[in-house]
C-alpha cells in the first residue's frame, strides 16, 4: 500500500502518463480495458436460443419490414418486450450487417459504460481506490464479464436501473440539484421500462420505500421535483406505449400486463426451478466477488459517514431483486442479474475495509474462493475431454435423455489446448492464496479478478464455440443453407427462433403461412422445410407421410415438403 492509500499495483497506471490527472489516467485505462474485454470475437460463435436469438431476429425484422415502432417475431406483434434495445441492435445492424458481431455489440459498449461508470460513482462515492476494486471485482466476475459478450436485453436493463437508483440516492442525501437528480432518476428509470418493462419502476419503488422507511421519512420532498420526477418518468418510459396506442394498437397495455402477471405466477416457457434457484445462481455465476461480498451482505461495523446511506441503498437493492425473483415462478439465470452491481459493491466493500477482517475470517474467504476456483477449473478441463470419454457415457446409459445422447454424436473437435482455460485459473489462484494469505488484499483481488477474466476470455474463444456443436449449431448450419430460398421455415415439437434469423424468415403474403399445421398438411404454394428433435422423428414420418426426411444429425432430424403443383 503507497502513502496517500493507493494500492501499488494502482499506481503504477498513473506513471504511464503524467500529463493527465490520476482520476483521467484511470478513466482512460479502463475504458482501454473495457473495450479489449468486450470487444473482440464478438461474432465467434452463433447466437443461442431463445433470448440471443429472439432479440437480434426482432431487430432484424424492424429492418426488413421498415416498422421501426413495432417489435415483432415471425413478423407477428411481439407484446412482451418493449423496444429500446432492438433498435440498439437495429443502429448497429445497420452499421455491421446482420450478424452475430452487431447482435452482441451494444452490449460491448454497455461494458464500457458500465465500468466507466463504476469507476466514476465509487471515486465519489468513497476514493479512487474503492473505485478500482469495485471495477476489478465487476469486470472480473464470471456473469457479469459473460453478459457484456452476448445479446440480450439486461445488461442495458440493469444500469438504467443502477443509474436511476444513484440518481435518487443523490436527490434524497443532497441539498444541492434536487430538481436535476430527481429527473435524472425518472429519465433512467424510464429508460429501463422503455428497455424490458414496468418491473424496472417496480424494483425502484420497493428499493426506495425500504429506504425511506428506514430512515422514518426524514427526507424533504419538494412537490416541484416530484412533480418533474413523474412528467419525465411517464414521457420516457411510456412514450412507445402511447404511439402504439395511437397508432390503434389498443390492446398493447393489457397484453403487457398480462406478461408480466404471467411471468409472477407460472413457469413460463418451462423455465422452473427450486426455491432457492437465484441464490446458488449468484454464489456460483458471480465468483469471485460473490465469495467476498458474504461480510457484507448482513451488515457492516464500517458504515460511516456519507456512504452509509449508498451502502444501505446496495444492500437494500441485493435482496429486493433477490427475494422478488424468487418469489417469480419464472426461473431464468439474468432475472437476478440487476444483483451484479450491489454484489460486486459488496464485495468492494469487504476488501476496502479489510483491516477490521480477522485472521479466521480472511482464511475462511481464502479457502473458499479457491475451493470454488479449483472446482470450476476442473469442470471445465473434464469438458475440454468430453469427446474421449462421451461412448463410455454412452455405453453405461449414464444420461436417460435419448435427445442428449444424440447431441452427444457431435464432434467439438478438441484440439488438446483448450484446457489451458482451466490452467490459467489453476495457477492465478494458487498465486492469489498465496498473496491473500500474507494479507496483501488489494493485491490478491486483482490477481484473482485478472486471472477468472483471462479465464473468462480465453474459454468463450476456445471452448463456447466446441460446445455449441453438441446443441444448436446442426440446426443453425441447416437453415442458413436454405436462407436463399423463399420457403416456409418451421420447427416441430420444440420451441426456437433460430429458423426465423438464419433462415432469414420472409414475411410471406399469404396469411395461411402463419398456420404451422397448413404448412404440414395444407396446399402450399412453396417448398417448406422442418427441424424436429431426433425423439419426434418418428411421429413425424408417421403423422405427415408427405414430409421428405432429408438427413439426421447429431440430435436432429430434417425434412422437406414440396408443394402439389411441384411434384
Known amino acids: 500500500m503507497t502513502a496517500n492509500g493507493i494500492p501499488g499495483p494502482f499506481k503504477t497506471f498513473t506513471n504511464m502518463i503524467t500529463r493527465f490527472s490520476r482520476e483521467q489516467v484511470y478513466t482512460l485505462c479502463i475504458g482501454l480495458l473495457a473495450a479489449l474485454l468486450f470487444m473482440p470475437f464478438l461474432g465467434g460463435v452463433h447466437l443461442f436460443d431463445w433470448d440471443e436469438i429472439n432479440f437480434a431476429e426482432s431487430a432484424r425484422e424492424m429492418i426488413v419490414s421498415r416498422d421501426y415502432l413495432t417489435v415483432q417475431i415471425n413478423f407477428i406483434p411481439f407484446r412482451e418486450k418493449p423496444p429500446l434495445f432492438i433498435w440498439m441492435q437495429v443502429i448497429s445492424m445497420k452499421i455491421f450487417g446482420i450478424n452475430e458481431f452487431a447482435a452482441r455489440f451494444p452490449n460491448a459498449i454497455c461494458g464500457i459504460v458500465s465500468l466507466l461508470t463504476l469507476f466514476t460513482i465509487g471515486r465519489k462515492i468513497i476514493d479512487v481506490r474503492f473505485a478500482l ?7 472480473g466476475s464470471i456473469l457479469p464479464f459473460f453478459y457484456f459478450k452476448s445479446g440480450i436485453i439486461d445488461p442495458w436493463f440493469n444500469l438504467f436501473i443502477f443509474l436511476g437508483i444513484y440518481q435518487f440516492y ?16 425518472a429519465l433512467f428509470i424510464g429508460l429501463a421500462i422503455l428497455t424490458k418493462g414496468p418491473v424496472a419502476f417496480l424494483v425502484f419503488f420497493i428499493t426506495a420505500g425500504i429506504f425511506l422507511i428506514l430512515k422514518k421519512f426524514k427526507v424533504k420532498f419538494r412537490m416541484s421535483d416530484m412533480l ?21 394498437n389498443f390492446s398493447i397495455i393489457s397484453d ?16 422452473g426451478g427450486f426455491l432457492l434457484y437465484h441464490f446458488v445462481v449468484l454464489f456460483a455465476g458471480v465468483f469471485p466477488a460473490s465469495v467476498f461480498a458474504i461480510p457484507a451482505l448482513f451488515g457492516s461495523r464500517a458504515e460511516t459517514g456519507f456512504n452509509k446511506d449508498f451502502y444501505r441503498w446496495m444492500i437494500i437493492l441485493f435482496w429486493v431483486v433477490l427475494l422478488l425473483f424468487t418469489v417469480v415462478k419464472t426461473k431464468i439465470v439474468h432475472y437476478s442479474s440487476l444483483c451484479y452491481f450491489p454484489l460486486t459493491f459488496a464485495a468492494a466493500w469487504s ?18 474462493a479457491v475451493s470454488m476456483g479449483v472446482m470450476l477449473a476442473l469442470v471445465v478441463v473434464g469438458i475440454t475431454l468430453i469427446d474421449q470419454y462421451k461412448e463410455f457415457i454412452i455405453s453405461r446409459n449414464l444420461i436417460g435423455d435419448p435427445f442428449a445422447v444424440a447431441c452427444l454424436g457431435g464432434s467439438g473437435e478438441w484440439k488438446g489446448y483448450e484446457a489451458f482455460a482451466g490452467i490459467i485459473l489453476i495457477a492465478g489462484l494458487t498465486w492469489f492464496s498465496f498473496t491473500w494469505k500474507n ?9 484473482v479478478t485478472v486471472t477468472v477474466s483471462l479465464f473468462m476470455f480465453t474459454a468463450m474463444l476456445l471452448i463456447v464455440p466446441r460446445i455449441e456443436a453438441y446443441s444448436q449449431r446442426p440446426v443453425v448450419e441447416f437453415f442458413k443453407s436454405v436462407n436463399h430460398q423463399d420457403a416456409y421455415l418451421e420447427t ?37 422445410y422442418f427441424a424436429v428433435k431426433i425423439t419426434g422423428k418418428d411421429k413425424v414420418l408417421q403423422e405427415y407421410p408427405e414430409l421428405e426426411l432429408l438427413y439426421e444429425k447429431h440430435g436432429f432430424a430434417f425434412f422437406k415438403r414440396t408443394p402439389l403443383s411441384s411434384k
Open 439 to 447: 494479507r496483501d488484499f488489494d493485491k490478491g483481488i486483482m490477481i
Open 256 to 271: 403487457f400486463i398480462v406478461y408480466q402477471i404471467r411471468l409472477f405466477r407460472t413457469r413460463d416457457a418451462g423455465h
Open 492 to 528: 416441430i415439437g420444440y420451441k426456437s427462433y433460430a429458423h426465423l434469423f438464419y433462415g432469414r424468415s420472409r414475411n410471406h403474403v399469404n396469411a395461411q403461412a402463419r398456420d404451422e399445421n397448413w404448412i404440414l398438411t395444407g396446399n402450399i404454394d412453396k417448398v417448406a
Open 133 to 139: 476494486l469495485w471495477v476489478f471485482l465487476y469486470a
Open 351 to 368: 476488501v476496502y475495509h479489510s483491516g477490521l477482517m480477522t485472521p479466521l475470517r480472511a482464511g475462511i474467504l481464502r479457502i473458499l
Open 170 to 185: 443523490l436527490y434524497v442525501s443532497q441539498e444541492k440539484k434536487k430538481l436535476y437528480h430527481s429527473a435524472g432518476s
Open 228 to 248: 418533474v420526477f413523474v412528467v419525465v418518468l411517464s414521457f420516457t418510459g411510456g412514450f412507445w406505449f402511447i404511439l402504439q396506442i395511437l397508432e390503434g
